[in-house]
């Protein structure tokens, strides 16, 4: 869905089974581009996105916010009175916890790789339903039992698509930022110290580990402007000699919901 809305329904979509085999095939040029979910409004960041990002030289190149509605599937094999097994990706599981839980209180959730395998999975299952989008019960000819299951009704996935190209700007951009710091005292407060002298809003600070450092972190920046305004590339010449290492992982529009 997310591929669809950024590059229209001619594109030629290649579903793969995890995150890090999207980044695989755009590195090898297999494909030209790739769309990986980086954040939901309700379950927060996806760490496995982040973290592919550290071993990556790919930009990113445009982001994609998606509402997200979840649908309760079952095939026409299915016992609906005799459902032991719910599928879906493990962040749709939890985004869906307090209607699972007020409607199948004791029924078995088992995480899988994406929600279009649960809907794949379950036509040939009697016992077992999947959660996944209107567009994966048309693709396998399954019935939704039940519409818009998600606890949040506001729920929103923000996607990040990678390339290898750069963006110029277009008057309305995001940078996103990996930087490795000192392991010292006010580290952090250095760091975000010149975006506030240059009157730069930051959207997002998120942290992860930098493996295979014990007790070292990485942070990932997002903040709003291109690396070729003025004010941005004077920051990020404030900051670089402070830290190990400032990557920009690309300037790019921000995304319209």
Not at 70 to 86: A, G, M, P
Not at 134 to 156: R, V, W
Not at 228 to 248: C, G, S, T
Request: with cysteine; proline share 4%.
């Amino acid at each position: 869905s997310a591929v669809l809305k950024h590059f229209g329904n001619d594109a030629v979509v290649r579903p793969l089974p995890t995150i890090d085999e999207v980044f695989r095939e755009v590195e090898a040029g297999s494909a030209h581009y790739g769309v990986v979910p980086v954040e939901n409004s309700s379950e927060g960041i996806v760490n496995h996105t982040l973290d592919c990002f550290k071993a990556s030289s790919l930009n990113v190149i445009g982001e994609v916010e998606l509402r997200i509605h979840h649908q309760f599937l079952v095939s026409e094999n299915t016992r609906k009175d005799s459902i032991k097994q719910i599928y879906a990706h493990q962040q749709t599981l939890a985004q869906c916890r307090k209607w699972l839980d007020a409607h199948y209180p004791g029924v078995e959730r088992v995480a899988l790789n994406s929600n279009a395998e649960a809907a794949r999975r379950i036509r040939n299952e009697w016992h077992s339903a999947a959660i996944a989008s209107d567009i994966a019960a048309s693709m396998y000819n399954l019935e939704i039992l039940h519409s818009n299951i998600e606890d949040n009704p506001e729920n929103t996935t923000r996607f990040l698509v990678i390339g290898r190209e750069k963006i110029p700007q277009s008057g309305n951009d995001k940078t996103s930022l990996l930087i490795s710091a000192h392991d010292r005292a006010g580290a952090l407060l250095e760091i975000l110290a010149p975006f506030a002298k240059h009157k730069i809003s930051l959207t997002s600070i998120e942290t992860r580990p930098a493996l295979p450092e014990k007790w070292a972190y990485v942070f990932f920046i997002d903040l709003e402007g291109h690396i070729d305004q003025d004010n941005v590339a004077a920051a990020l010449d404030e900051i670089r000699p402070m830290v190990k290492e400032l990557r920009v992982l690309g300037s790019y529009p921000i995304a319209v919901l």
